[in-house]
């Protein structure tokens, strides 16, 4: 049973440029939920997948955009990077009905200078 | 807003010792608190899930308490191991329309042989 997959796993890329980020749940999980990891900090919660909708988001502006497809599989779009959204981008997966635990995929390390 | 506060300062203990790490949380308490170990440029793997109505979950050298009262959770890692070297985050969660996990800083456990 493959769990959480992303990729790319490691892509560099300069101010004003976009990016997504793909990721593959767990079988049988139908949430997907992003987060943002800085060198040194806890991951931080962008927005959460369920049912091809955003369900919810955190403090992220609006270059930072996702999608859901049928299959469960969800993209991470950032537009106009900037030098601060350097970090490892982590994609999560569970079940929606229970205790919250979550499945990590390995992340996407994005660079941009 | 729900803050989490955990030791940002790093853990060093003999091997063989008893590690014990704090997470603080403000507000209302959460339907679980769940601990996940991230080792460096890996996802984060779940390790325990402790609900609110539970005083103490084990897992093999593993011990998580919870009291709502102080509103804190420590985690215990007995008879510790340079493998059990990595960073140590906690997420609670809470449920009524926040369906989602949110996790501190973490705390980075050194074992020294």
């Known amino acids: 049973d493959a769990g959480v997959t992303q990729s790319p796993t490691h892509l560099i890329k300069t101010r004003g440029q976009q990016v997504t980020l793909r990721c593959s749940p767990k079988s049988g999980h139908d949430t997907v939920s992003w987060y943002q990891q800085a060198l040194g900090q806890g991951p931080q919660f962008i927005f959460q997948y369920y049912e091809e909708e955003e369900r919810q988001r955190g403090n992220f502006p609006d270059r930072f955009s996702g999608h859901q497809f049928p299959n469960y599989s969800s993209e991470l779009n950032v537009n106009a990077l900037l030098l601060g959204d350097s970090a490892l981008y982590l994609c999560a997966s569970s079940h929606d009905i229970g205790t919250g635990e979550l499945f990590f995929g390995e992340g996407s390390r994005l660079t941009v200078l | ?113």
């Open chain 2, 1 to 113: 807003s729900q803050k989490i506060e955990q030791n940002s300062e790093a853990l060093n203990i003999q091997e063989g010792k008893t590690a014990t790490l704090t997470c603080n949380y403000t507000n209302y308490s959460p339907a679980y608190l769940q601990w996940y170990r991230q080792d460096p440029g890996r996802g984060p793997v779940f390790l325990l899930l402790i609900r609110e109505n539970e005083k103490e979950k084990r897992k093999e050298r593993l011990k998580v308490t919870f009291d709502t009262t102080l509103k804190q959770s420590l985690f215990h890692i007995t008879a510790s191991q340079p493998a059990d070297s990595a960073t140590y985050l906690c997420a609670p969660f809470w449920t009524g329309g926040y369906q989602k996990v949110t996790f501190g800083t973490g705390t980075k456990l050194q074992v020294i042989p």
